[in-house]
């Protein structure tokens, strides 16, 4: 069975711009969560998606948002790039997303904002 | 709210000596406790969880952790350390009910192994 898998593994913006990043979860996982690594902040919990709805929120500005598709794949985007939005964004998967499930991570995209 | 405190950012063990990662959490209610280890260039894979049960729980490639209600700790062991053990571990927390699925991660151990 696949793993999960985040296309781009790597991008390059500048301050202003936004990005779009993708998330494919394994194959019949419903819930797809986004985290967010940074070396000052750590691992950050952006949003979680189950059946195409925004299920469960962190505490992030609102230039940040997702999206879930019919499918389960999801997206991330962020718009008005800052200097700190530069990290590691990891999605996560899982079978219905419940308490205590296992999550299975993708290897991440490295976003660096010039 | 929940949170998780990991004691120690860096730990430096010889190949063959006994690792020892702390992890000590704060929930106002009995938490889900999670490692997880993250080798560079990578995404995390679960080591090993706590949800309810036997206390002392055993996770993969030989690790096991201990949970301590009364400690609030959830320490991660393992008897013999290898040199493919060197990574990064994060300890995590999530609440124990219905779709809580949102992890609360410490900032990390990064583990060193040496010859």
């Known amino acids: 069975k696949a793993g999960v898998t985040q296309t781009p593994r790597y991008l390059i913006k500048t301050r202003g711009q936004q990005v779009t990043l993708s998330c494919s979860p394994i194959?019949?996982?419903?819930?797809v969560s986004w985290y967010q690594q940074t070396p000052g902040q750590g691992l950050q919990f952006l949003f979680e998606?189950?059946?195409?709805?925004?299920?469960n929120k962190g505490n992030f500005p609102g230039r940040f948002s997702g999206r879930q598709f019919s499918n389960s794949r999801s997206e991330m985007n962020v718009s008005t790039l800052e200097l700190g939005d530069s990290a590691l964004y990891l999605c996560?998967?899982?079978?219905?997303?419940?308490?205590?499930?296992?999550?299975?991570f993708g290897p991440g995209t490295r976003l660096t904002v010039l | 709210a929940q949170s998780v405190t990991q004691l120690g950012s860096h730990v430096s063990v010889s190949e063959g000596a006994l690792v020892l990662l702390r992890c000590n959490y704060s929930?106002?209610?009995?938490?889900?406790l999670f490692w997880y280890v993250q080798y560079p260039n990578q995404g995390l894979q679960l080591l090993l969880k706590?949800?309810?049960?036997?206390?002392l729980v055993k996770g993969i490639n030989g690790f096991e952790a201990e949970f301590k209600k009364s400690e609030t700790s959830f320490h991660l062991t393992k008897p013999s350390a290898h040199m493919s053990d060197a990574a990064e571990y994060f300890c995590?927390?999530?609440?124990?009910?219905?779709?809580?699925?949102?992890?609360?991660f410490g900032t990390g151990t990064r583990l060193q192994v040496t010859l």
């Open positions: 194959s019949g996982h419903r819930s």
């Open positions: 998606y189950f059946s195409e709805t925004q299920r």
């Open positions: 929930s106002s209610v009995p938490p889900y």
């Open positions: 996560a998967s899982s079978l219905e997303g419940l308490a205590g499930a296992e999550q299975f």
């Open positions: 995590a927390v999530s609440r124990n009910t219905g779709t809580a699925s949102k992890l609360t």
């Open positions: 706590y949800t309810t049960g036997a206390t």
